[in-house]
C-alpha cells in the first residue's frame, strides 16, 4: 500500500539556519503530495501542496518539488524563525480508492533563538 | 467564521463509558473524515463519509460509530471506552470532485483522555 517516510526527529536549529526535511513516499502513479504543520496545542493546517510532477509548492518562506525520480517532496526553508517551531508532517492522496491522507510519522522542529 | 469545528475540545471519561464527538463544517464540503493521533503524534484515517455515505472504514473496532446526520455534521460515537482509545481525533472535510487533488482542512482536535 500507499506509505510515507519522513526524516527522524526531533529536529533542534538556531533562528536564521536553513531547513531541510527529507520525506520519501511510495505509492502507485503520481499521488497529491501534502505537507501539513501542526503548533503546540492545535490543529493540522496545510502548509503547501504539489499535485503533479515537477510542481513546487510554497508558503510562508517554505518550499517543496514534487520529485517523481526519486519519490521525494523536501521541505526546505532558507531562514528559519522560533515561531516555526511545530511538527511537520508530510502526507499523500494516492489516485486509487478513497480521499485518504497517509501521513509520515512527522517531524518535531525546534528553533532556538 | 470556523471552518471545521469540533466539540468537545477535551474529554476526560473513565473506562467501559460512552462518549460522542461531535464535528461541523462550513465549508460546504461534500466529504469529512475522522483521524486518530496516537501518543507518538502517529495519524491515521478511521471513517470518511461522502454526502452523508461511508466510504472509508479501516480497520477500527466496531466499538466506534460514525454518524452522519447531514453532509455538514460527521460525529463519532465510541462505546466501552478503553485506556487504549486515549488520543487526539481530528474531524477533516475536502470537496470532492478534485479527488485525490483535494486539500483536506482539519479541525482544531478532541483530546481524550481515558482512566
Known amino acids: 500500500g500507499d506509505s510515507v517516510t519522513q526524516m527522524e526527529g526531533p529536529v533542534t536549529l538556531s533562528e536564521e539556519a536553513f531547513l531541510t526535511i527529507n520525506c520519501t513516499y511510495t505509492?502507485?502513479?503520481?499521488?497529491?503530495l501534502f505537507w501539513y504543520v501542526q503548533y503546540p496545542g492545535e490543529g493540522l493546517q496545510l502548509l503547501l501542496k504539489?499535485?503533479?510532477?515537477?510542481d513546487k509548492g510554497s508558503n510562508k518562506g517554505f518550499e517543496a518539488t514534487y520529485r517523481k525520480e526519486t519519490t521525494s517532496f523536501h521541505l526546505e526553508k532558507g531562514s528559519v524563525q522560533v515561531s516555526d517551531s511545530a511538527v511537520y508532517f508530510c502526507a499523500l492522496i494516492g489516485i486509487q480508492g478513497a480521499q485518504k491522507l497517509v501521513f509520515g510519522q512527522g517531524t518535531r522542529l525546534t528553533i532556538n533563538p | 467564521d470556523t471552518a471545521v469545528s469540533q466539540t468537545p475540545k477535551y474529554l476526560v471519561t473513565q473506562m467501559g463509558n460512552d462518549k460522542s464527538i461531535k464535528c461541523e463544517q462550513n465549508l460546504g464540503h461534500d466529504t469529512m473524515y475522522w483521524y486518530k493521533q496516537d501518543s507518538k503524534k502517529f495519524l491515521k484515517i478511521m471513517f470518511s463519509y461522502n454526502n452523508k455515505e461511508l466510504i472509508i472504514n479501516e480497520t477500527v473496532p466496531n466499538r466506534f460509530s460514525p454518524k452522519s446526520p447531514d453532509k455538514a455534521h460527521l460525529n463519532l460515537h465510541i462505546n466501552s471506552l478503553e485506556l487504549g482509545d486515549s488520543a487526539v481525533y481530528f474531524c477533516?472535510?475536502?470537496?470532492?470532485?478534485?479527488?485525490?487533488?483535494?486539500?483536506?482542512?482539519f479541525g482544531p482536535g478532541t483530546r481524550l483522555l481515558v482512566l
Open positions: 504539489a499535485t503533479k510532477a515537477d
Open positions: 477533516a472535510s475536502s470537496q470532492a470532485p478534485g479527488g485525490y487533488r483535494e486539500t483536506q482542512y
Open positions: 505509492a502507485t502513479g503520481y499521488p497529491s
